[in-house]
């Protein structure tokens, strides 16, 4: 790997999953998505993992659409654009991102359109999973 590919691969890694911390690094860097499936102590998420600022993007722009007369979405954009010089994606630190994502505990089933959570809450990990309706 060339050092220009090291440094475009650089992250601090903190968390005691190496593997998903580098994925998360590939994601955030090179703009890859993917499906995965993340398990935590309360349930399991399913959705397709998105880099930070993509995220960022979605998410004040349906805070923009539900209350377009404020404003709220431009002005978060902006705050968010401040306080990190520019690099939005520096939210993302210490946290992954999906899309279209649904979550399941036992028989409770939850979708939403964009997701949020704490590496240190993922127990475990699997990629392009899938939930399957039990007959």
Do not use: C
Request: aromatic share 8%; glycine share 12%; no cysteine.
């Amino acid at each position: 790997m060339s050092t220009s590919e090291d440094a475009s691969l650089s992250v601090s890694f903190g968390s005691e999953d190496l593997l998903l911390e580098v994925l998360l690094s590939v994601v955030e860097n090179a703009g890859l998505e993917t499906q995965i499936a993340l398990y935590t102590g309360g349930g399991t998420i399913i959705g397709t993992l998105i880099k930070t600022d993509t995220w960022v993007e979605a998410w004040t722009a349906k805070v923009q659409a539900a209350r377009p007369e404020v404003g709220l979405g431009i002005l978060l954009q902006s705050a968010f654009e401040e306080a990190t010089g520019g690099r939005v994606s520096r939210l993302g630190s210490g946290f992954l991102h999906l899309r279209d994502a649904t979550y399941r505990n036992g028989p409770m089933t939850m979708s939403a359109p964009l997701w949020r959570g704490t590496i240190s809450q993922i127990s475990g990990w699997s990629l392009e999973a899938s939930f399957q309706v039990s007959t």
